[in-house]
């Protein structure tokens, strides 16, 4: 398995992770609010199960190899390694506390590239306390949210002579910025999209600085402040602290690199008003001012600050645009020698195709799709119109936002398809249309000009017939619909708009869940998982395709629902490594029940890259049995079900 974990940045509210600790102690300290992202640059391995022992192998920037270094796996020997500080150090601290928590065995490790600079606050060592943590829990299938890794991460490293702050795990979240709020032991976490590209310049400054002083100074301004600098520091780390963050999140949501940069003067600023009496040895930072007032660099830049501890670290700064972000770095290194880094904050991938797979041929409604295909049964619309049922799923993709829909068919059915989707009704019949159904069937051949259609050429289950889109997605996430299932939303957001928005917020894997009663679980997928927002979004511990009850209740439950569980909705948002897992089922006929089925490849999914549950807001509708199908056609066309 191979794993990326990038370095973090901290984009505003340097500083506020431990202030905001303080409210343990005195309340009236505000919470602490920072503003991280991850950076382009980090830490890949290579990892595996071990029997007995960590096995670390690192790779330095020159290409020399370190190791391998063996520790065993053993809380005694682990723990003697994290105290001795150094790289093996922070593997050691996050395995003797996975070791404290959980039932597992040993880890290959090869770190095989790192690019990302140590020391320089982009939280090298944290990275690599995450991608440990996240190595064993993908490994072991510990079942940790992203949450659970930072924490892991944390107590690890903290077991280490290192002295981080909580805000530093936050590249757990990848380079995705992300708000976060600290208040006291508690640590809340906002994760944030931009619209378009933000493109930054990460500068180390080659100069030194004593973090450890300056923590050390700025700390004695907490828990009570007791003259005009420590007042002076609990105002700039606490209200102006939560004000600028706040203003620089909704700048960010809109992409206004302007404002961004107006922003980090702004709170450059006030740092160096407020917080350079407390540690002026270290704070005053004349190369960093420098380095932020070079003129040369003005016409490219929206604005810049200090970053991490602050002091003569490093800088970073808003270019104006991607050639801008070019010059600035050619710049500094021309004028002052002075190596950087590229970091484009970017909008999460973007969902643009959906799949319907509609090549079954519906078993349970013959001898009526011995006449035509169950997806094409009509049904009533709310608006009164009756149409294929297939044709209610393309309207719902296209109508959330989708360019494109593909259908899985088989070979025989695609004269068939093709013909409702791209062939107008002859001139004859056309004319007999009353003039809202001629306005319909245009609309029709423009919806038509959306679809395509990929042939299924033999049935072999849903897996396979998933993998035959596999050329048509190409490296994107898609959204999956069923063709036998139609959705209805209970608020104004239709059910695929639900599912797409979850997935752009979370930048996950997501499924749609619904509550199922005991007596019907053996008819459906069915999941597990601990609960991100309750009884709302889920994150997903486990699938099980239809379980008996003896399992579910041994396996299933989730916190906070009795009596019911939490089955699959027939709506999923999926990213194209599902393709990977499902050629290797194909390739070495991996089969379950005869057939090559989705369920197992997206539980290696979910292990691999985590997988959401969102509970709708609404109903689906079944009609592949005949009961189902009547029930449908009897409440489909109801107004709020």
């Known amino acids: 398995m191979k794993l990326f974990v990038p370095g973090r940045i901290c984009l505003f509210g340097e500083h506020s992770d431990w202030a905001g600790g303080y409210r343990r102690i005195n309340a009236d300290v505000e919470k602490g609010y920072t503003l991280i992202t991850g950076t382009d640059q980090g830490i890949y391995a290579e990892v595996e199960p071990h029997p007995t022992s960590l096995i670390l192998t690192s790779t330095t920037e020159d290409g020399e190899r370190l190791g391998p270094h063996e520790i065993p796996m053993d809380p005694g020997a682990l723990l003697e390694e994290a105290q001795k500080g150094g790289f093996w150090s922070y593997i050691a601290g996050v395995a003797y506390q996975v070791m404290t928590n959980y039932h597992v065995r040993g880890l290959v490790i090869d770190n095989y590239q790192t690019d990302l600079p140590v020391k320089k606050g982009l939280s090298s060592s944290a990275s690599i306390c995450v991608l440990t943590a996240r190595a064993f829990n993908r490994v072991y299938d510990l079942k940790l949210t992203i949450r659970g890794e930072m924490e892991l991460a944390y107590m690890g490293e903290i077991t280490t002579p290192s002295r981080c702050g909580r805000m530093d795990q936050g590249c757990a979240f990848g380079n995705r910025p992300v ?177 319907i797979p509609a090549a079954g041929f519906g078993t349970r409604l013959f001898p009526a799709t011995k ?182 209740r041994n396996n299933l439950l989730v916190p906070g629902i009795s009596d019911e569980y939490l089955t699959v909705f027939g709506l999923y948002i999926i990213k194209p490594q599902i393709f990977e897992y499902l050629e290797e089922h194909i390739a070495h006929n991996v089969r379950e029940r005869g057939e090559f089925q989705l369920t197992s490849a997206l539980d290696r999914l979910r292990q691999e890259d985590g997988f959401l549950g969102l509970i709708m807001e609404g109903r689906r509708y079944d009609i592949g049995l005949p009961q189902y199908y009547l029930d449908t056609l009897q409440t489909f066309v109801e107004k709020g079900v």
């Open 179 to 355: 708000l976060m709020v600290f208040d006291g032991d508690r640590l809340e976490t906002v994760e944030l999209q931009v619209e378009d590209e933000l493109h930054l310049a990460i500068v180390d400054l080659g100069a030194e600085k004593d973090t450890m002083e300056i923590l050390n100074r700025l700390n004695r301004c907490y828990p009570f402040a007791e003259n005009e600098v420590e007042r002076g520091v609990q105002e700039l780390l606490g209200p102006i602290n939560k004000r600028v963050t706040h203003q620089a999140v909704e700048a960010l949501s809109a992409s206004d690199g302007e404002k961004i940069g107006e922003l980090m003067v702004e709170a450059q600023g006030f740092f160096d008003r407020y917080a350079t009496p407390a540690c002026p040895e270290e704070l005053t930072a004349p190369v960093l001012h420098r380095v932020l007032n070079h003129e040369p660099l003005k016409p490219h830049i929206w604005g810049g600050k200090g970053v991490g501890s602050q002091g003569d670290g490093t800088a970073q700064f808003i270019a104006r645009s991607r050639a801008d972000q070019q010059a600035v770095i050619e710049i500094l290194e021309r004028d002052l020698g002075v190596e950087c880094l590229e970091l484009t904050i970017r909008p999460g991938q973007q969902v643009r195709k959906a799949v």
């Open 371 to 552: 006449a035509t295909k169950k997806e094409l049964f009509p049904i009533i619309d709310q608006d009164g119109i009756a149409k294929p049922a297939i044709l209610l799923i393309v309207e719902e993709a296209l109508e959330a936002g989708l360019e494109e829909v593909i259908i899985i068919v088989q070979e025989d059915d695609l004269d068939d398809f093709r013909s409702f989707f791209n062939s107008q009704v002859s001139i004859e019949n056309y004319n007999k249309l009353p003039p809202h159904f001629q306005e319909y069937a245009q609309q029709l051949l423009e919806i038509g000009r959306r679809v395509t259609f990929v042939a299924q050429p033999n049935q072999e289950g849903f897996g396979h017939a998933v993998y035959c889109a596999r050329e048509s997605i190409g490296d994107e996430p898609f959204l999956l619909m069923l063709g036998d299932h139609l959705y209805r939303s209970s608020n104004e957001d239709s059910c695929a708009k639900q599912l797409l928005d979850a997935y752009k917020q979370h930048g996950i894997n997501v499924l749609g869940l619904r509550r199922t009663p005991e007596d019907q679980i053996a008819n459906f997928g069915t999941v597990a998982g601990v609960w991100l927002e309750e009884n709302r979004l889920l994150n997903v511990t486990e699938f099980a395709e239809k379980p008996t009850v003896d399992y579910a």
